[in-house]
């Protein structure tokens, strides 16, 4: 088996049969197989699901009776992959062309390349985020309060080199390949020995950070984490959470990846950082876009 594409759903029925079709029509040249992965879904999923094992090869089902999180359920889904790669492939993404195919064949010819990433594309055909450098101080500093001054990336790396809502939104950055410290989980292709060697997702992390605590893992056992945007597909987004969801659990996840691997007096530094940040953004913020933004950054101020 070349390749074992890991699918975890929750509540996102129409996406996942058409990200699982996706994967079908356009995989050429190698042996895969599809493990999905349901978090409970509550929409139609589970007997969707259902069917597609009944008609399709080398198919496989997990059904959990509550909601594992991110984490837990894409180390389960790893845990049964036959595959000498392990494709984690968000729900919400949909594969136009052979892009499995060819780069398992180009991971073959780079060995030290232990985990990669193609480009990830919103609808209109423009690039997402999709990866950056470690947080350390410096970068979260910067991420939370220098990030919109132009020219800042050449001083400080990047924990988040995207920047949505800036003026300087810094998508070429994303046009070019190069090696990064971790990669976005909506698409992360993990060669077989990186797996074995450092193991699957934290599953401290519910959601969001847990790919930057496996990157980091797998590039303190050199290897190299690796983003090339020669090929690509397309991400929705978002399709099982919400803003708020997103911006607490990630900042949960940047304490918590501190908490793991960095020096003990760093945290509350990083807390500090963290609190001026989400409250200069629930003003900025909620000047732009109105109360609801407002609360899940005064949300976040008191959490951090």
């Given at each position: 088996?070349?390749?074992?594409?890991?699918?975890?759903?929750?509540?996102?029925?129409?996406?996942?049969?058409?990200?699982?079709?996706?994967?079908?029509?356009?995989?050429?040249?190698?042996?895969?197989?599809?493990?999905?992965?349901?978090?409970?879904?509550?929409?139609?999923?589970?007997?969707?699901?259902?069917?597609?094992?009944?008609?399709?090869?080398?198919?496989?089902?997990?059904?959990?009776?509550?909601?594992?999180?991110?984490?837990k359920a894409n180390n389960q889904g790893m845990k049964n992959a036959k595959g000498r790669y392990l494709l984690l492939l968000n729900s919400d993404t949909k594969i136009n062309s052979n892009v499995l195919g060819e780069m398992i064949s180009w991971m073959d010819k780079n060995s030290d390349i232990g985990i990669s990433s193609c480009a990830l594309l919103n609808i209109s055909g423009s690039y997402q985020?999709?990866?950056?450098?470690?947080?350390?101080?410096?970068?979260?500093?910067?991420?939370?309060?220098?990030?919109?001054?132009?020219?800042?990336?050449?001083?400080?790396?990047?924990?988040?080199?995207?920047?949505?809502?800036?003026?300087?939104?810094?998508?070429?950055?994303?046009?070019?390949?190069?090696?990064?410290?971790?990669?976005?989980?909506?698409?992360?292709?993990?060669?077989?020995?990186?797996?074995?060697?450092?193991?699957?997702?934290?599953?401290?992390?519910?959601?969001?950070?847990?790919?930057?605590?496996?990157?980091?893992?797998?590039?303190?056992?050199?290897?190299?984490?690796?983003?090339?945007?020669?090929?690509?597909?397309?991400?929705?987004?978002?399709?099982?959470?919400?803003?708020?969801?997103?911006?607490?659990?990630?900042?949960?996840?940047?304490?918590?990846?501190?908490?793991?691997?960095?020096?003990?007096?760093?945290?509350?530094?990083?807390?500090?950082?963290?609190?001026?940040?989400?409250?200069?953004?629930?003003?900025?913020?909620?000047?732009?876009?109105?109360?609801?933004?407002?609360?899940?950054?005064?949300?976040?101020?008191?959490?951090?």
């Amino acid at each position: 088996m070349d390749l074992s594409v890991i699918i975890v759903s929750h509540s996102t029925n129409v996406l996942t049969s058409d990200c699982i079709i996706s994967v079908i029509k356009n995989t050429k040249g190698i042996k895969y197989e599809i493990i999905v992965i349901d978090n409970a879904s509550n929409d139609g999923s589970i007997t969707m699901l259902k069917r597609y094992k009944s008609k399709i090869a080398n198919f496989s089902l997990i059904l959990n009776k509550k909601n594992f999180g991110f984490g837990k359920a894409n180390n389960q889904g790893m845990k049964n992959a036959k595959g000498r790669y392990l494709l984690l492939l968000n729900s919400d993404t949909k594969i136009n062309s052979n892009v499995l195919g060819e780069m398992i064949s180009w991971m073959d010819k780079n060995s030290d390349i232990g985990i990669s990433s193609c480009a990830l594309l919103n609808i209109s055909g423009s690039y997402q985020g999709t990866g950056g450098y470690f947080p350390t101080l410096p970068r979260v500093f910067s991420w939370m309060i220098l990030q919109d001054i132009p020219f800042m990336d050449k001083i400080i790396k990047p924990f988040h080199p995207m920047k949505e809502k800036s003026g300087f939104k810094n998508e070429k950055f994303y046009r070019i390949e190069k090696e990064l410290d971790w990669l976005t989980g909506a698409f992360l292709l993990i060669k077989r020995e990186v797996y074995e060697e450092v193991g699957g997702f934290d599953e401290d992390y519910f959601m969001y950070t847990e790919e930057t605590d496996l990157c980091y893992r797998a590039k303190m056992a050199q290897w190299k984490i690796y983003y090339n945007p020669k090929w690509s597909i397309v991400h929705l987004g978002g399709a099982s959470g919400t803003k708020e969801l997103a911006v607490l659990k990630e900042f949960e996840g940047v304490k918590l990846f501190y908490k793991k691997h960095f020096p003990l007096w760093q945290y509350p530094i990083l807390r500090l950082i963290i609190k001026l940040g989400s409250l200069g953004r629930a003003i900025l913020f909620g000047l732009l876009e109105g109360r609801d933004s407002a609360k899940i950054y005064l949300k976040a101020f008191y959490y951090a």
